[in-house]
C-alpha cells in the first residue's frame, strides 16, 4: 500500500528537481521570473549570499521534520534517486540496501574541510563538495547540450514545415576542465547511487552533514515499534540511506532522509512516522522498559547541537563580512581566448574577491547568458567561477540576465542604466596582430561596433593623412564589452583585447 508520506515527498521531489533542472537548461528565459527563487533555497548560495531567513527555514524545518531539503529540495540528492530508482528495477537489485554504521571520520573530516575552504576562501575545494553547485555544472556541461541538440532538431522540422516555433541555437563545450570535472563527478555519483543509494548524502556531502546536527534530534522521526517489529530486515534493505540497524531496533537519525521507502515496506506496520521529544532517543510510549538517557547522553546531543549552531552562525557572519550573436562577421578561424593578466568578472559581481568569495560556480549563469559571453574560469584560484570571454559574443548593453539568476549574490542585480556606466575593463590594441600591419589592409572593426564610441581610427604615418589607419582606444571611456575583440578579424588572437579590472569602475 502507498505510504502518503512518500507520496506526496516523491511528487514535491519531482516538481522541484525538474523546475531547478529546467533553470539549466532553460535558454530563452522563460522560467527564471517564475521559479528562480529555488536557486536561492538552496543551502550554499544562501550561506554564501548570508541569507540568513532562508538558512534559519532550512534549521527550522530541519529540526521540525528531518532532512526534507535532501530527499526534496536538492537535486542532487533527487538525481541519486532516479538513479538509484532505476537501479531497483533490475531483479538482481531489488534488495540491494543493507545497514551502514556511520562513518564520523569521513564525514567529519569532509565537513570541516568545507568549512575552513569557506573561511580561507579555497573556492576550488567548497564549490567542488557543494551538491547544489556540483548538479548545477552536471546540468549545464551534460543535460544542456542534449537538450539544445533535441531543440535544434525540432528547429530544422519546423523550417521544413516554414515554421519559426522554434529557432537554432549553438551547442559548444564551454570549458573542457570543467567539463571534465563535472562529467567525473556525474559518473561517480551515479554509480554510488546505482549500487548503495544515498551513500553520497551520508558520507561525503557537508550539507547533509551540517543538517544532520539537527535532524539527530528532529521533533518527527520514523519510530520502530518494537512490539510490531519481527526483525524481518526488509525495511534495512530498502533503505537507501543505511541507517536502520534491525537487530537494535533502531534509525539512525542523522542519516534518514525521510524518504518513508521503510514504511511502505513494512508488512507488520511496526515504522510510523510520529512525533518525539527534543533529545530523546525514543519515546517511552514506543518501547516498553525504555532506559531513559543517562545526563552525560543529554550533554552530548546539546554539546552537538551548539556545535551546528556555532558553526552555522560563524560561516553566516562570514558570509556578511565578505559582501561590501555572429552579427557582424563570419569567423574564418576559430578565435583563441585571449591571455588577460586579470580575469573579468561581469558587471553587477563589483569586483573580482566578491566573485570568488560568494559564487558556488554552480554556472546558472554561464548557461543564461544569452550572448554566450560567461564561461568557466580554469585558474586555480577562480576554478570553475564564471568569467567573461568575448571568443563567441559580447557583453550587450540591453542584457543583464546574469545579474538577475545568481543565487548567491556573486552579480549582484543591476539595472540596465546602471551598467552601461559599469568598467569591468579596457581594450588594449596590439600592433603585431593588426591586419592593417600584417596583411597591409584597411579595417576598422573595432571603431565601427564600439557602443561608447572609446576607438578612433588615426592615420599609421602622422605625415601621411592617406594612409591606413589604425585604432588608438580612450581608455576613459571604454566599458570592456568586448564588442571589439568579437568583430576583431584577426585570428587566431585578436588584434585588440579588453584586459579585466580587479574593481570595478563607474564612468
Known amino acids: 500500500m502507498k505510504n502518503r508520506y512518500k507520496i506526496i515527498r516523491v511528487w514535491a521531489a519531482i516538481i522541484c528537481w525538474s523546475l531547478i533542472t529546467g533553470l539549466f537548461l532553460d535558454f530563452t528565459?522563460?522560467?527564471?521570473?517564475?521559479?528562480?527563487?529555488?536557486?536561492?533555497?538552496?543551502?550554499?548560495?544562501?550561506?554564501?549570499?548570508?541569507?540568513?531567513?532562508?538558512?534559519?527555514?532550512?534549521?527550522?524545518?530541519?529540526?521540525?521534520?528531518?532532512?526534507?531539503?535532501?530527499?526534496?529540495?536538492?537535486?542532487?540528492?533527487?538525481?541519486?534517486?532516479?538513479?538509484?530508482?532505476?537501479?531497483?528495477?533490475?531483479?538482481?537489485?531489488?534488495?540491494?540496501?543493507?545497514?551502514?554504521?556511520?562513518?564520523?571520520?569521513?564525514?567529519?573530516?569532509?565537513?570541516?574541510?568545507?568549512?575552513?575552504?569557506?573561511?580561507?576562501?579555497?573556492?576550488?575545494?567548497?564549490?567542488?563538495?557543494?551538491?547544489?553547485s556540483s548538479y548545477g555544472r552536471i546540468a549545464t556541461n551534460w543535460f544542456a547540450p542534449i537538450w539544445r541538440g533535441m531543440n535544434n532538431v525540432l528547429a530544422y522540422l519546423s523550417e521544413q514545415a516554414d515554421s519559426y516555433a522554434f529557432y537554432r541555437v549553438d551547442i559548444w563545450i564551454k570549458g573542457l576542465t570543467t567539463f571534465i570535472v563535472s562529467g567525473l563527478i556525474f559518473v561517480g555519483i551515479s554509480f554510488l547511487a546505482w549500487k548503495h543509494g544515498r551513500t553520497y548524502c551520508n558520507t561525503i556531502c557537508p550539507v547533509g552533514t551540517l543538517l544532520s546536527f539537527i535532524s539527530r534530534h528532529s521533533l518527527l522521526r520514523i519510530t520502530v515499534d518494537t512490539t510490531k517489529c519481527n526483525s524481518c530486515g526488509l525495511?534495512?534493505?530498502?533503505?537507501?540511506?543505511?541507517?536502520?540497524?534491525?537487530?537494535?531496533?533502531?534509525?539512525?537519525g542523522s542519516r534518514c532522509i525521510t524518504c518513508f521507502n521503510?514504511?511502505?515496506?513494512?508488512?507488520?506496520?511496526?515504522?510510523?512516522?510520529?512525533?518525539?521529544l527534543p533529545f530523546r532517543k525514543n519515546n517511552e510510549a514506543d518501547i516498553p522498559e525504555v532506559k531513559k538517557e543517562t545526563e552525560g547522553q543529554v550533554n552530548e546531543s546539546r554539546r552537538k547541537m551548539l556545535m551546528f549552531t556555532a558553526t552555522l552562525a560563524g560561516t553566516s557572519i562570514l558570509a556578511q563580512a565578505k559582501q561590501t550573436t555572429k552579427e557582424f562577421v563570419a569567423a574564418t578561424e576559430r578565435k583563441s581566448i585571449a591571455r588577460r593578466k586579470q580575469q573579468i568578472v561581469p558587471p553587477g559581481a563589483l569586483n573580482a574577491r566578491n566573485m570568488a568569495n560568494h559564487c558556488t560556480a554552480c554556472q546558472l549563469c554561464v548557461n543564461s547568458c544569452p550572448n554566450q559571453v560567461l564561461q568557466p574560469s580554469d585558474r586555480l584560484e577562480t576554478f570553475m567561477q564564471p568569467v567573461m570571454s568575448y571568443e563567441h559574443g559580447f557583453c550587450r548593453s540591453n542584457c543583464n540576465t546574469c545579474s538577475q539568476v545568481c543565487p548567491a549574490g556573486a552579480i549582484?542585480?543591476?539595472?540596465?542604466?546602471?551598467?552601461?556606466?559599469?568598467?569591468?575593463?579596457?581594450?588594449?590594441?596590439?600592433?603585431?596582430?593588426?591586419?592593417?600591419?600584417?596583411?597591409?589592409?584597411?579595417?576598422?572593426?573595432c571603431e565601427r561596433h564600439c557602443p561608447n564610441g572609446a576607438i578612433m581610427m588615426v592615420a599609421k604615418d602622422k605625415d601621411n593623412p592617406d594612409s591606413l589607419k589604425i585604432p588608438i582606444v580612450d581608455a576613459e571611456r571604454c566599458i570592456g564589452c568586448g564588442a571589439c575583440e568579437y568583430v576583431c578579424p584577426a585570428r587566431p588572437f585578436s588584434a585588440i583585447y579588453v584586459e579585466g579590472h580587479e574593481n570595478h569602475r563607474i564612468l
Request: aromatic share 12%; hydrophobic share 45%.
Open 29 to 132: 528565459g522563460t522560467l527564471h521570473p517564475y521559479f528562480g527563487f529555488l536557486a536561492k533555497l538552496q543551502f550554499l548560495p544562501a550561506l554564501l549570499a548570508a541569507n540568513v531567513l532562508v538558512v534559519l527555514l532550512w534549521a527550522v524545518v530541519t529540526f521540525v521534520f528531518g532532512r526534507i531539503y535532501c530527499s526534496v529540495v536538492c537535486p542532487l540528492g533527487v538525481m541519486q534517486d532516479i538513479v538509484s530508482y532505476f537501479s531497483g528495477k533490475r531483479k538482481k537489485h531489488k534488495y540491494r540496501f543493507s545497514y551502514s554504521p556511520e562513518k564520523k571520520l569521513l564525514r567529519y573530516s569532509v565537513l570541516v574541510a568545507f568549512i575552513i575552504a569557506v573561511f580561507v576562501g579555497l573556492t576550488v575545494i567548497y564549490t567542488t563538495l557543494a551538491p547544489y
Open 235 to 252: 525495511c534495512s534493505r530498502n533503505c537507501k540511506a543505511a541507517c536502520i540497524d534491525t537487530k537494535q531496533h533502531s534509525i539512525d
Open 262 to 276: 521503510c514504511i511502505e515496506t513494512c508488512k507488520k506496520g511496526a515504522l510510523s512516522y510520529k512525533l518525539h
Open 412 to 445: 549582484r542585480p543591476i539595472s540596465l542604466e546602471k551598467k552601461a556606466s559599469v568598467q569591468v575593463g579596457h581594450a588594449v590594441w596590439i600592433a603585431a596582430n593588426c591586419v592593417v600591419n600584417t596583411d597591409g589592409v584597411s579595417c576598422g572593426n
